[in-house]
């Protein structure tokens, strides 16, 4: 989205921006990244090699003011919502927040087929609808109580919609390019654990606990609740939790690292939303890179690692927020992400 040479008026885009500090910084003295941000954004390109300089503008000179464009995708002042199903609601604010809302209070939000495939739609409309930040709740006093255990069931193979609905929906959540926050309203029963857990952190209700029931039903935890949890506590307090199926309350859980914060009664919602606020206002692609480092650091080597960090810091370097972050530093002015 075009800007404009701060010498000539010539109209530049975001991408010229990147180009000339991709053919620049290599060849310049820049002992550390201040330097590097003075010296190239101020346009004291003096020392850099010319043969190397690639200008981005016709006149020669480097843009100063890489723009905060709007997003790629916008949205009206009031948002939009639309119920995905009946027991699922989806929105998304002129903020570019999506809120995706379980809405079967009379069934404590258990969550049957027809909701899980609500879901994953809502998944990818917010997705499609460039959210920088989503959040997960439910209406009523529970979060969600689980799957719905009175329809659905094939007991030839009750294994199977883990396959075809579960795994496909919280690996989504786990890999789309936004925070995940999870405003825990009440408690979290089965499933429901593994959709407050596969956010990235967690509010919650002072009414609200964690129960993992499945060995209450002859059944183990679905949804990647095993190692979901215990990548969160470890081993054996995962397995005291699962095996003896025991209530963990919100207050416990955040002194196990499970939750975030606790907020006031009735308000685990709000205090999301002014966490997403602050996430849809920040570099919403060095937050999708974060959360890709972090989970190849959960389930990969360390060398491995550090190799992933290297090839994703390369990919959060070219983004136009980078390019922002170090012309208002050279500027002294806060930075205005565009979230790309």
């Known amino acids: 989205m075009p800007t404009s040479c701060w010498a000539c008026s010539h109209p530049l885009s975001a991408r010229d921006g990147l180009q000339a500090?991709?053919?620049?910084?290599?060849?310049?003295?820049?002992?550390?990244?201040?330097?590097?941000?003075?010296r190239l954004l101020s346009h004291d390109v003096n020392n850099c090699d010319p043969e190397r300089l690639r200008p981005a503008c016709r006149c020669g000179k480097l843009p100063v003011n890489i723009a905060a464009n709007a997003p790629e995708h916008s949205v009206d002042k009031t948002g939009k919502e639309r119920q995905m199903a009946d027991g699922l609601q989806y929105r998304i604010d002129e903020n570019h927040v999506a809120t995706i809302t379980l809405d079967r209070p009379q069934r404590l939000n258990a969550v049957d087929h027809e909701v899980a495939h609500a879901m994953m739609d809502a998944v990818n409309q917010a997705c499609a609808d460039g959210a920088r930040a989503l959040i997960l709740t439910g209406t009523g006093r529970f979060f969600s109580s689980g799957g719905d255990l009175s329809t659905g069931l094939?007991?030839?193979?009750?294994?199977?919609?883990?396959?075809?609905?579960?795994?496909?929906?919280?690996?989504?959540?786990?890999?789309?390019?936004?925070?995940?926050?999870a405003a825990m309203n009440g408690p979290a029963i089965g499933i429901g654990c593994a959709f407050a857990l596969v956010a990235?952190?967690?509010?919650?209700?002072?009414?609200?606990?964690?129960?993992?029931?499945?060995?209450?039903?002859?059944?183990?935890?679905?949804?990647?609740?095993s190692w979901l949890l215990a990548k969160t506590v470890g081993r054996h307090r995962a397995l005291a939790l699962i095996l003896l199926a025991d209530r963990l309350p919100a207050s416990e859980a955040r002194d196990w690292g499970i939750v975030h914060r606790i907020a006031p009664?009735?308000?685990?919602?709000?205090?999301?939303?002014?966490?997403?606020?602050?996430?849809?206002?920040?570099?919403?692609?060095?937050?999708?890179?974060?959360?890709?480092?972090?989970?190849?650091?959960?389930?990969?080597?360390?060398?491995?690692?550090?190799?992933?960090?290297?090839?994703?810091?390369?990919?959060?370097?070219?983004?136009?927020?980078?390019?922002?972050?170090?012309?208002?530093?050279?500027?002294?002015?806060?930075?205005?992400?565009?979230?790309?």
């Not at 500090?21 to 003075?38: D, L």
């Not at 990235?200 to 609740?225: E, H, K, M, R, V």
């Open 154 to 181: 094939d007991y030839d193979d009750i294994g199977k919609p883990m396959e075809e609905i579960w795994n496909p929906l919280v690996d989504r959540l786990m890999d789309i390019p936004m925070p995940v926050i």
């Open 21 to 38: 500090i991709e053919a620049a910084g290599p060849t310049a003295p820049m002992s550390n990244h201040r330097r590097f941000g003075t």
């Open 200 to 225: 990235d952190i967690i509010i919650a209700d002072p009414s609200a606990y964690f129960q993992f029931t499945f060995a209450n039903l002859g059944l183990i935890p679905d949804g990647g609740g």
């Open 265 to 340: 009664e009735g308000e685990a919602l709000s205090t999301a939303h002014e966490l997403a606020l602050r996430f849809a206002g920040g570099p919403t692609r060095a937050y999708d890179l974060i959360r890709r480092s972090m989970r190849a650091a959960l389930e990969r080597g360390f060398s491995d690692s550090l190799a992933e960090e290297r090839v994703l810091q390369s990919e959060a370097g070219r983004t136009r927020d980078f390019a922002e972050a170090i012309a208002a530093f050279a500027e002294k002015r806060p930075p205005r992400y565009v979230g790309a």
